[in-house]
């Protein structure tokens, strides 16, 4: 009985240890490549390359006053906008 039993346990070890991670399909978000983006008009030219350098999946704009969801998402790349359109930072999340 008591071999059964350490079989059973090892047999269980041995398949989480085999188990691996689901490979991840996120593409992350570098916002460090697109700050010199900074101080120029918002557009959709400029999201698009904006959205290519950084990896990111998408993009959101954040304008003065808007509500917005706070949920953290490692493939959004954030446009602050000021009151002109202009970007004032870029940040992912």
């Given at each position: 009985?008591?071999?059964?039993?350490?079989?059973?346990?090892?047999?269980?070890?041995?398949?989480?240890?085999?188990?691996?991670?689901?490979?991840?399909?996120?593409?992350?978000?570098?916002?460090?490549?697109?700050?010199?983006l900074?101080?120029?008009?918002?557009?959709?030219?400029?999201?698009?390359r904006?959205?290519?350098?950084?990896?990111a999946?998408?993009?959101?704009?954040?304008?003065?006053?808007?509500?917005?969801?706070?949920?953290?998402?490692?493939?959004?790349?954030?446009?602050?906008?000021?009151?002109?359109?202009?970007?004032?930072?870029?940040?992912?999340?």
């Amino acid at each position: 009985m008591k071999a059964v039993a350490t079989a059973a346990m090892l047999m269980g070890l041995c398949s989480c240890a085999a188990a691996s991670a689901p490979e991840s399909s996120v593409r992350s978000c570098d916002a460090s490549k697109v700050q010199s983006l900074v101080g120029q008009a918002a557009s959709g030219e400029l999201a698009a390359r904006a959205r290519r350098l950084s990896g990111a999946r998408v993009v959101r704009w954040l304008r003065p006053g808007q509500i917005i969801t706070m949920e953290y998402s490692a493939e959004r790349l954030n446009f602050v906008l000021d009151a002109r359109n202009k970007i004032q930072s870029i940040r992912c999340g």
